[in-house]
């Protein structure tokens, strides 16, 4: 099958046949950069799973392809087989455990933020350092925030400098 620009194809059955035994993680995911959704093919071996956790930006729609295993959803539990389908709202706590053969699901979630490294921007302008307020006379740092006269030669201090 030809994919148009953007789309991408596989089948499950492929996936599930090209995996190794004993492999777990993340078998298939979404590859192209400019898309709105992620989706996740993800192995967890028998017996295994994750301590729960909440998450908080996106609500997350889980499909059993394979296997078995235990859902619980803010303290509810529910068994999981294949064709299993559920909303996982953000904000509930969740947790998988894999039944004895394993257990192989699809997640599928709107795309979260990219992180990036860099300053931001305070929301509101930070008040000046106290450091800023110099003495005039001595070049003595002031020590406190709301000084008004320096500590050294006891010159009045000036206004901190404009930002």
Same mark, same amino acid.
């Given at each position: 099958?030809? *994919? *148009?620009?953007g789309a991408e194809f596989v089948t499950v059955a492929g996936l599930i046949a090209a995996m190794a035994q004993g492999q777990s993680g993340a078998l298939w995911r979404l590859e192209e950069l400019d !898309?709105? =959704?992620d989706a996740n093919l993800v192995r967890h071996l028998p017996g295994t799973g994750g301590a729960p956790y909440t998450e908080d930006e996106v609500d997350v729609m889980l499909v059993v392809v394979a296997g078995s295993g235990t859902l619980t =959803?803010? &303290?509810a539990r529910s068994p999981l087989s294949p064709g299993f389908l559920g909303l996982l709202p953000r904000g509930t706590s969740r *947790? =998988? =455990?894999a039944g004895p053969e394993g257990l192989l699901v699809l997640t599928v979630h709107r795309r979260r933020r990219a992180m990036s490294i &860099? !300053?931001?921007s305070p929301a509101v302008r930070p008040e000046p350092c106290a450091v800023h307020l110099v003495c005039g006379w001595c070049h003595r740092h002031a020590i406190e925030a709301d000084a008004r006269y320096c500590t050294g030669c006891g010159t009045p201090l000036t206004t901190r400098? #404009? #930002?």
């Open positions: 099958m030809e *994919a *148009a620009r !898309r709105q =959704l =959803l803010d &303290g *947790a =998988l =455990l &860099g !300053r931001t400098p #404009a #930002a």
